[in-house]
Protein backbone atom coordinates (compact mmCIF):
# COMPACT_ATOMS: atom_id res chain seq x y z
CA UNK A 1 0.00 0.00 0.00
CA UNK A 2 1.42 3.53 -0.90
CA UNK A 3 0.95 6.73 1.26
CA UNK A 4 -2.29 7.40 -0.95
CA UNK A 5 -3.79 4.18 -0.34
CA UNK A 6 -2.81 4.68 3.45
CA UNK A 7 -5.07 8.01 3.49
CA UNK A 8 -7.26 6.75 1.61
CA UNK A 9 -8.01 3.85 4.25
CA UNK A 10 -7.49 5.98 6.75
CA UNK A 11 -10.22 8.47 5.84
CA UNK A 12 -13.11 5.87 5.43
CA UNK A 13 -12.26 5.01 9.04
CA UNK A 14 -12.43 8.77 10.47
CA UNK A 15 -14.56 10.65 8.65
CA UNK A 16 -16.10 13.19 9.40
CA UNK A 17 -12.37 13.71 10.58
CA UNK A 18 -10.52 13.54 7.98
CA UNK A 19 -9.55 17.12 8.29
CA UNK A 20 -6.86 15.95 10.85
CA UNK A 21 -5.02 14.00 8.06
CA UNK A 22 -5.41 15.71 5.30
CA UNK A 23 -2.81 18.15 6.13
CA UNK A 24 -0.52 15.85 7.41
CA UNK A 25 -0.54 14.10 3.62
CA UNK A 26 -0.11 17.52 2.41
CA UNK A 27 3.24 18.33 4.19
CA UNK A 28 4.74 14.60 3.57
CA UNK A 29 3.91 15.20 -0.25
CA UNK A 30 5.93 18.68 -0.03
CA UNK A 31 8.65 16.45 1.62
CA UNK A 32 8.27 18.47 4.88
CA UNK A 33 8.31 15.22 6.71
CA UNK A 34 8.97 11.66 6.32
CA UNK A 35 6.67 8.59 5.61
CA UNK A 36 7.23 7.53 8.75
CA UNK A 37 6.54 10.79 10.46
CA UNK A 38 3.53 11.10 8.93
CA UNK A 39 2.10 7.73 10.04
CA UNK A 40 3.29 8.80 13.60
CA UNK A 41 1.46 11.75 13.14
CA UNK A 42 -2.22 10.16 11.38
CA UNK A 43 -2.50 7.54 13.83
CA UNK A 44 -1.07 8.79 17.12
CA UNK A 45 -4.91 10.27 17.65
CA UNK A 46 -6.97 7.92 16.40
CA UNK A 47 -8.98 6.50 19.05
CA UNK A 48 -10.67 3.24 17.62
CA UNK A 49 -10.03 0.38 19.12
CA UNK A 50 -8.10 -2.89 17.77
CA UNK A 51 -10.57 -5.00 17.56
CA UNK A 52 -12.43 -2.31 15.32
CA UNK A 53 -9.60 -1.98 13.20
CA UNK A 54 -8.68 -5.63 12.66
CA UNK A 55 -12.44 -6.21 11.71
CA UNK A 56 -12.24 -3.37 9.02
CA UNK A 57 -9.41 -4.68 7.46
CA UNK A 58 -10.69 -8.22 7.25
CA UNK A 59 -13.71 -7.07 5.92
CA UNK A 60 -11.92 -4.90 3.26
CA UNK A 61 -8.93 -5.75 2.32
CA UNK A 62 -7.79 -6.74 -1.43
CA UNK A 63 -4.54 -8.58 -2.40
CA UNK A 64 -3.33 -8.29 -5.79
CA UNK A 65 -4.36 -11.56 -7.85
CA UNK A 66 -2.10 -14.67 -6.74
CA UNK A 67 -0.40 -13.99 -3.79
CA UNK A 68 -1.12 -16.36 -1.82
CA UNK A 69 -0.04 -18.69 -4.52
CA UNK A 70 3.02 -16.59 -4.75
CA UNK A 71 4.04 -16.95 -0.99
CA UNK A 72 3.64 -20.39 -0.89
CA UNK A 73 5.87 -20.67 -3.94
CA UNK A 74 8.40 -18.77 -2.36
CA UNK A 75 8.51 -21.06 0.91
CA UNK A 76 8.63 -24.06 -1.36
CA UNK A 77 11.93 -22.62 -2.63
CA UNK A 78 13.26 -22.83 0.32
CA UNK A 79 13.21 -18.67 0.04
CA UNK A 80 13.27 -16.48 2.98
CA UNK A 81 10.12 -13.90 2.57
CA UNK A 82 10.37 -10.30 4.14
CA UNK A 83 7.63 -8.03 4.50
CA UNK A 84 9.64 -4.71 5.11
CA UNK A 85 6.62 -1.55 5.04
CA UNK A 86 7.16 1.70 6.31
CA UNK A 87 2.96 0.95 7.26
CA UNK A 88 1.88 -0.30 10.46
CA UNK A 89 2.06 -4.06 11.75
CA UNK A 90 -1.78 -4.41 12.62
CA UNK A 91 -3.08 -3.80 9.28
CA UNK A 92 -0.88 -6.03 8.06
CA UNK A 93 -1.05 -8.63 10.13
CA UNK A 94 -5.11 -8.42 9.51
CA UNK A 95 -4.19 -8.43 6.31
CA UNK A 96 -1.95 -12.01 6.37
CA UNK A 97 -4.85 -13.80 8.85
CA UNK A 98 -7.17 -12.72 6.56
CA UNK A 99 -5.45 -15.19 3.88
CA UNK A 100 -5.16 -17.76 6.31
CA UNK A 101 -1.48 -17.20 6.61
CA UNK A 102 0.21 -17.91 9.82
CA UNK A 103 1.66 -15.07 11.27
CA UNK A 104 4.29 -17.27 13.17
CA UNK A 105 6.17 -17.64 9.96
CA UNK A 106 6.52 -14.67 8.24
CA UNK A 107 9.10 -11.74 9.09
CA UNK A 108 7.43 -8.78 9.38
CA UNK A 109 9.42 -5.53 9.38
CA UNK A 110 7.22 -2.27 9.56
CA UNK A 111 5.94 0.42 12.05
CA UNK A 112 5.01 -0.95 15.35
CA UNK A 113 1.83 0.14 17.19
CA UNK A 114 0.68 0.19 20.94
CA UNK A 115 -3.34 1.44 21.50
CA UNK A 116 -3.83 3.88 24.04
CA UNK A 117 -6.48 6.06 25.36
CA UNK A 118 -4.49 8.69 23.50
CA UNK A 119 -5.12 6.85 20.33
CA UNK A 120 -2.37 4.44 18.61
CA UNK A 121 1.23 5.47 19.01
CA UNK A 122 3.43 4.24 16.42
CA UNK A 123 7.22 3.86 16.43
CA UNK A 124 9.95 2.40 13.91
CA UNK A 125 12.98 0.47 14.99
CA UNK A 126 16.29 -0.85 13.19
CA UNK A 127 17.59 -3.67 13.13
CA UNK A 128 19.31 -2.59 16.65
CA UNK A 129 16.32 -1.76 18.01
CA UNK A 130 17.12 2.55 18.05
CA UNK A 131 14.14 4.32 17.04
CA UNK A 132 14.49 5.72 13.77
CA UNK A 133 11.49 8.12 11.73
CA UNK A 134 13.12 8.15 8.34
CA UNK A 135 14.63 5.76 6.06
CA UNK A 136 12.77 2.92 7.37
CA UNK A 137 12.70 0.53 4.24
CA UNK A 138 16.11 1.43 3.44
CA UNK A 139 17.82 0.58 6.54
CA UNK A 140 16.49 -2.44 6.67
CA UNK A 141 17.47 -2.79 2.82
CA UNK A 142 21.43 -2.29 3.35
CA UNK A 143 20.97 -4.76 6.18
CA UNK A 144 19.29 -7.47 4.18
CA UNK A 145 22.55 -6.49 1.61
CA UNK A 146 25.27 -7.89 3.85
CA UNK A 147 23.48 -11.20 4.87
CA UNK A 148 21.91 -11.78 1.17
CA UNK A 149 23.30 -13.17 -2.09
CA UNK A 150 20.62 -12.04 -3.51
CA UNK A 151 17.42 -9.61 -2.92
CA UNK A 152 14.57 -9.52 -4.89
CA UNK A 153 12.67 -6.40 -4.42
CA UNK A 154 8.95 -6.11 -4.84
CA UNK A 155 7.77 -2.63 -4.99
CA UNK A 156 5.01 -0.25 -5.77
CA UNK A 157 5.54 3.08 -4.78
CA UNK A 158 8.27 5.92 -4.71
CA UNK A 159 8.91 4.92 -1.08
CA UNK A 160 10.37 1.62 -2.54
CA UNK A 161 12.85 3.47 -4.52
CA UNK A 162 15.92 4.09 -2.54
CA UNK A 163 15.68 -0.10 -1.43
CA UNK A 164 14.82 -0.96 -4.90
CA UNK A 165 17.71 0.74 -6.48
CA UNK A 166 19.85 -1.56 -3.96
CA UNK A 167 18.15 -4.59 -5.11
CA UNK A 168 19.53 -7.32 -7.48
CA UNK A 169 16.09 -7.89 -8.84
CA UNK A 170 13.04 -5.86 -9.45
CA UNK A 171 9.40 -6.39 -9.90
CA UNK A 172 7.62 -2.80 -9.92
CA UNK A 173 3.99 -1.66 -10.40
CA UNK A 174 2.33 1.60 -10.17
CA UNK A 175 4.31 4.43 -9.22
CA UNK A 176 7.18 2.42 -8.74
CA UNK A 177 7.11 0.97 -12.29
CA UNK A 178 5.96 3.97 -13.60
CA UNK A 179 9.77 6.19 -12.23
CA UNK A 180 11.55 3.14 -13.66
CA UNK A 181 10.42 3.17 -17.21
CA UNK A 182 10.54 7.22 -17.26
CA UNK A 183 14.20 6.78 -16.42
CA UNK A 184 15.07 3.79 -18.53
CA UNK A 185 15.78 1.46 -15.53
CA UNK A 186 14.64 -1.69 -17.52
CA UNK A 187 15.70 -4.35 -14.98
CA UNK A 188 12.54 -3.51 -13.05
CA UNK A 189 9.95 -6.14 -14.22
CA UNK A 190 6.66 -4.96 -14.25
CA UNK A 191 4.01 -6.41 -12.94
CA UNK A 192 0.26 -6.22 -11.65
CA UNK A 193 -0.47 -9.91 -10.36
CA UNK A 194 1.82 -11.67 -8.67
CA UNK A 195 1.11 -14.99 -10.19
CA UNK A 196 3.14 -13.70 -13.22
CA UNK A 197 6.03 -13.30 -10.82
CA UNK A 198 7.02 -16.66 -10.64
CA UNK A 199 6.97 -17.16 -14.10
CA UNK A 200 9.08 -14.92 -14.87
CA UNK A 201 11.52 -15.67 -12.47
CA UNK A 202 12.30 -19.04 -13.08
CA UNK A 203 12.32 -17.55 -17.42
CA UNK A 204 15.05 -15.64 -16.15
CA UNK A 205 16.71 -18.05 -13.80
CA UNK A 206 16.83 -15.22 -11.09
CA UNK A 207 16.36 -17.81 -7.83
CA UNK A 208 20.26 -19.00 -9.19
CA UNK A 209 22.72 -18.42 -6.63
CA UNK A 210 26.14 -16.43 -8.09
CA UNK A 211 28.83 -18.51 -7.38
CA UNK A 212 31.05 -15.42 -7.52
CA UNK A 213 29.31 -13.63 -4.59
CA UNK A 214 31.38 -13.77 -1.56
CA UNK A 215 28.13 -13.30 0.45
CA UNK A 216 26.55 -16.17 1.69
CA UNK A 217 23.92 -18.22 -0.63
CA UNK A 218 20.91 -17.29 0.23
CA UNK A 219 18.14 -15.43 -1.10
CA UNK A 220 15.21 -12.74 -0.15
CA UNK A 221 11.81 -11.87 -1.33
CA UNK A 222 11.31 -8.36 0.31
CA UNK A 223 7.80 -6.38 -0.14
Given at each position: ??????????????????????????????????????????????????????????????????????????????????????????????????????????????????????????????????????????????????????????????????????????????????????????????????????????????FITNSKSNSPPRHIVTF
Open positions: MDKKGEIDYLSKIVQPDISVITPIFKDYKNGNISVEQSNILSFKNLKYSKYELDMYVKKNVRFRKGFLEFYNYINDMGIDFKIVSSGVDFYILSALISLGISIDNISIMSGNSTFDDQGIQIKYYDPLHNIIESDFKLTYTNTHRDQYSKIIYLGDSLTDLDSSLKADYVFATDKLNNYYAKNNLNYAKDFVHFEKIAGKAKKNNI
